[in-house]
């Protein structure tokens, strides 16, 4: 991982601006201001003063509930935002990022429409690079004589157990599910299951 690195940069800004929030004690109303309130974007809660609601699926990674919370999103972003970087490239892995984010929002506001508890952290978007990751170094089992067959049977088996995990975790926290934006962890990890291969094919068009 170089200076240059994209997953450095996004894992330098994110925990820069959280560990100052963190340590300024301005996380609740940071999170009123930048964090993603599925009611603002449905247009049925107005809050002034706040960040414009188009832009929060994006604001709101900048904005952790803890030191854990935040460690660990940077965690998985280093670890397999890395690798999913060498394998498409720094500017895909920033699209993905970014596009995972604004998925993970709208899963949320789908579920959620009417929502007025925040959606903080990064998980949205790290859960996009997750599902890039998965697909870019799991192996599909060979199920039949078709590579096609055997990939889609493999993104649906990762969609449909990174699903299942997600719903019990929300379920385990019981009140705290909404917290845990179930909805934008799974919409994030889809996203780069659908990405991830029009992407890699993008990086080697010319070869």
Aim: glycine share 12%; aromatic share 8%; net charge positive.
């Amino acid at each position: 991982m170089t200076l240059r690195s994209a997953t450095l940069v996004l894992a330098a800004l994110t925990s820069v601006v959280s560990l100052a929030l963190l340590a300024g004690g301005m996380v609740d109303a940071a999170a009123g201001m930048m964090g993603f309130i599925p009611a603002r974007l449905s247009g049925m809660l107005d809050l002034p003063g706040a960040l414009p609601a188009i832009s929060t699926p994006f604001s709101c990674t900048l904005v952790h509930g803890g030191f854990f919370h935040l460690f660990f999103n940077m965690f998985m972003l280093l670890v397999c935002g890395v690798a999913v970087e060498r394998v498409l490239g720094a500017g895909a892995l920033v699209a993905l990022y970014l596009v995972s984010a604004i998925v993970a929002a709208l899963a949320q506001l789908s579920v959620d429409p009417s929502g007025v508890a925040p959606v903080i952290g990064a998980s949205g978007a790290v859960s996009g690079v997750l599902g890039a990751y998965a697909l870019s170094f799991g192996r599909p089992k060979r199920l039949s004589a078709s590579p096609a067959v055997n990939r889609a049977v493999h993104i649906v088996w990762l969609a449909l157990a990174w699903t299942v995990l997600q719903v019990a975790v929300g379920y385990a926290a019981g009140a705290q599910g909404l917290m845990l934006a179930t909805p934008a962890h799974v919409g994030g990890f889809l996203t780069g299951l659908v990405l991830q291969r029009p992407l890699l094919l993008w990086r080697y068009r010319k070869a």
